[in-house]
């Protein structure tokens, strides 16, 4: 079987989707559901001895070819040559980081004292809440322990296992602060392992000044209960 050309398909801006703030974090957002789907294995074989594949909507957002991803034998090949693409472990944040997205984190960073993988992880969680490819990616991931997620997030972040459980932790800035809320270590889901503050993600993808206002209007309480 002839090799899959991995350059036909949608280009990035074709494929953004989702909160057009996120379109100039795409390279990003990428580069994230390659490196979570090549570690979590999607692509290992099941029960039945067949390759699992991703949709083809999602495989053309990965640039796969359109025109033949339809076909389930050529999803399963370019699925294969995706697990061995070698991926950078180098954050690709847009130069300047004049989006509101980095504008607002970096303001709250210099504000709470945040360190630079705290910061980080608050950014991945806002784009998994709002961009819906990457969304998948983590969805496929399934129900996972907090050790091995803290060692993928130190991967995808690209900061020390020590940092990202020290960022997770009730004595880390985004905990300690009620950014976000960790809950415990047993097998569970991204987001019920933690998730934002309610309403901060919507917050920072706004643009605002002073950046002070942006936290106007947010609950105090991080969960309703229930």
């Not at 991931?141 to 907090?146: K, V």
């Not at 997620?149 to 004595?171: E, F, I, N, P």
């Not at 602060?177 to 920072?204: C, K, V």
Request: hydrophobic share 45%.
């Amino acid at each position: 079987m002839k090799n899959c050309d991995l350059t036909k398909g949608n280009r990035v801006a074709q494929a953004s989707i989702g909160h057009p703030a996120l379109k100039p974090l795409e390279a990003q957002c990428m580069q994230w559901c390659v490196q979570i789907l090549q570690q979590q294995g999607i692509w290992r074989e099941d029960n039945q001895g067949e390759w699992c594949s991703p949709a083809p909507a999602f495989l053309q957002y990965l640039n796969i070819d359109a025109a033949q991803v339809s076909d389930p034998a050529y999803r399963v090949l370019a699925t294969r040559q995706l697990l061995s693409k070698p991926v950078s472990a180098a954050l690709v944040w847009p130069a300047g980081s004049v989006t509101p997205l980095m504008v607002n984190v970096r303001w709250l960073a210099r504000v709470l004292k945040l360190q630079a993988c705290e910061m980080n992880l608050l950014v991945f969680c806002v784009l998994v809440k709002n961009h819906p490819h990457l969304a998948s990616a983590i969805e496929w991931l399934g129900t996972i322990d907090r050790r091995r997620l803290s060692g993928m997030l130190a991967q995808w972040l690209g900061s020390s296992l020590h940092d990202v459980r020290v960022a997770l932790s009730s004595a880390g800035r985004l905990c300690e602060t009620g950014l976000l809320e960790s809950r415990g270590d047993t097998n569970q889901t991204f987001e019920e392992h933690f998730q934002l503050f309610r309403g901060l993600e919507d917050a920072l993808l706004m643009p605002c000044s002073p950046k002070w206002k942006m936290l106007q209007g947010l609950v105090i309480e991080p969960f309703a209960s229930g």
